[in-house]
Each structure stands twice: as structure tokens, then as C-alpha cells.
């Protein structure tokens, strides 16, 4: 089965340095990798994905991630972390086994950005 | 701006009552998910339509939930008889699946307690 795993619980930066939040994945196939985004009390925010192509891919807000097949990673990343970026992080990867289409979330990983 | 409307956005109800949670899909798009979050569990899928035909609804408790899909604008999760156990925030997503590539979009979910 597929899966993805988010090794930090939380994640601390001072406002201004660059941020980098985890996610390795477990697939067989190819990796279709999604980071999404929760701010308190609302909905998941698709960020960005990595379907083929480029291993460096951006999105939205100025964060970007690094797909990395021989560590197996997706790493988000910011250059400078805004304290509005304080948020919960997920990683995903669909899951294409039995037909179906579905995403499977990580654990996430929470961003506490200081000033 | 298209987004997934999802009602009531709280709900207190007390253990032995039946709850109704309701989310309106993007309209054009072929699938939706039914997601619930609490701390210890993280994100779980409970149920996934597509072109409103249940596709796969084995996370969810067979005996106290059922997942409809009514028509293309509405999809319901019910519970019944509801347990404190049941208290979380469900989520529902919508996406247009056309390939592995594809994100979904998600509603701002329900606070469900259950006391």
C-alpha cells in the first residue's frame, strides 16, 4: 500500500530563515506527492504536487518542495518563513491500488514561526 | 471562487442521536471524499464517490455510517446512533479525477461533539 511519513511532529523557525518540512514516501509505481496546508479552524489548502518532470517543484505562498526518488523524499520548502506560515503541514500520495483514486494523508507536521 | 460547502460547520448532539453532515461538491467534479480528523488519528478516509457511485467506504464503521450521494450537488454522511467516540471534524473533498495527478479541494469540515 502506499503511504507517506512525516518524521517531525513540529517544526520551529525564526521568521526571516528558510523552513524545510519532511515527508518521505512508500510507493509502488510512480509518486503522485501533494502537500497540502491547514490553518486553524479551516479546511485543507492544496499547495503543490509532483506528478513527473522537474524534482523541483513551486507553489503557492513561495513554498516549493524537492522530489527526491533515491531518498524517497518530498520535502516543502520556503527560502523565508513568514509567521503566517504558521500552520499544520500535510504531505499525501494517491493511491491508485484497486481502481480506485484516493489520497492518503501523513500524520502532518505542525510550523511554528517566531518573529 | 468554486469551494466545497460543507453544513452544519458545528454540531453538539448528544450520544444516541442521529447526525447529518452535508457538503455541496464543486460543481463539474467527478469525486468526492469523506475525510475525519481528530489528534490521535490524524486524516482518515471514510468513504469515496465517483460520479456519485460509492467506490470504497471500508473506513468507515459499517453499522452506525452510511455515505449517499443523492444527486451531483449533494453527498451525506450520516451517523446512527452516534457515540462520543464519533466527535471529530469531518471533511469532505471534491476533485475532478481525470488521472493520479489531480488534487482535491477541500470543504471547511464539521465539528462534531458528541456528549
Known amino acids: 500500500a502506499q503511504s507517506v511519513a512525516q518524521p517531525e511532529d513540529q517544526v520551529k523557525v525564526a521568521e526571516g530563515n528558510p523552513l524545510t518540512v519532511k515527508c518521505t514516501y512508500s510507493?509502488?509505481?510512480?509518486?503522485?506527492l501533494f502537500w497540502y496546508v491547514q490553518y486553524p479552524n479551516r479546511g485543507l489548502q492544496f499547495l503543490l504536487k509532483?506528478?513527473?518532470?522537474?524534482?523541483l517543484v513551486k507553489g503557492s505562498y513561495g513554498f516549493e518542495a524537492e522530489f527526491n526518488k533515491s531518498q524517497t523524499s518530498f520535502h516543502l520548502k520556503k527560502p523565508s518563513a513568514l509567521v503566517s506560515d504558521s500552520a499544520l503541514y500535510f504531505c499525501?500520495?494517491?493511491?491508485?491500488?484497486?481502481?480506485?483514486?484516493?489520497?492518503?494523508f501523513g500524520a502532518g507536521t505542525r510550523l511554528a514561526v517566531h518573529p | 471562487d468554486a469551494r466545497v460547502t460543507q453544513t452544519p460547520r458545528h454540531k453538539v448532539t448528544e450520544m444516541g442521536q442521529e447526525v447529518t453532515m452535508r457538503c455541496q461538491p464543486i460543481?463539474?467534479?467527478?469525486?468526492v471524499f469523506w475525510y475525519r480528523q481528530t489528534m490521535m488519528q490524524g486524516l482518515e478516509l471514510l468513504a469515496y464517490?465517483?460520479?456519485?457511485?460509492?467506490?470504497?467506504d471500508s473506513g468507515m464503521p459499517k453499522d452506525r455510517f452510511s455515505a449517499e450521494m443523492p444527486d451531483a450537488t449533494l453527498a451525506t454522511l450520516k451517523i446512527q446512533p452516534s457515540e462520543p467516540r464519533d466527535s471529530a471534524v469531518y471533511f469532505c473533498?471534491?476533485?475532478?479525477?481525470?488521472?493520479?495527478?489531480?488534487?482535491?479541494?477541500f470543504g471547511q469540515g464539521t465539528r462534531l461533539t458528541v456528549v
Open positions: 473533498a471534491s476533485g475532478l479525477v481525470t488521472g493520479p495527478g489531480t488534487e482535491a479541494f
Open positions: 510507493v509502488s509505481g510512480n509518486p503522485y
Open positions: 509532483y506528478i513527473t518532470g522537474d524534482n
Open positions: 499525501a500520495v494517491r493511491d491508485m491500488s484497486g481502481g480506485y483514486n484516493k489520497l492518503i
Open positions: 460543481l463539474g467534479h467527478n469525486t
Open positions: 464517490f465517483r460520479n456519485r457511485a460509492p467506490l470504497d
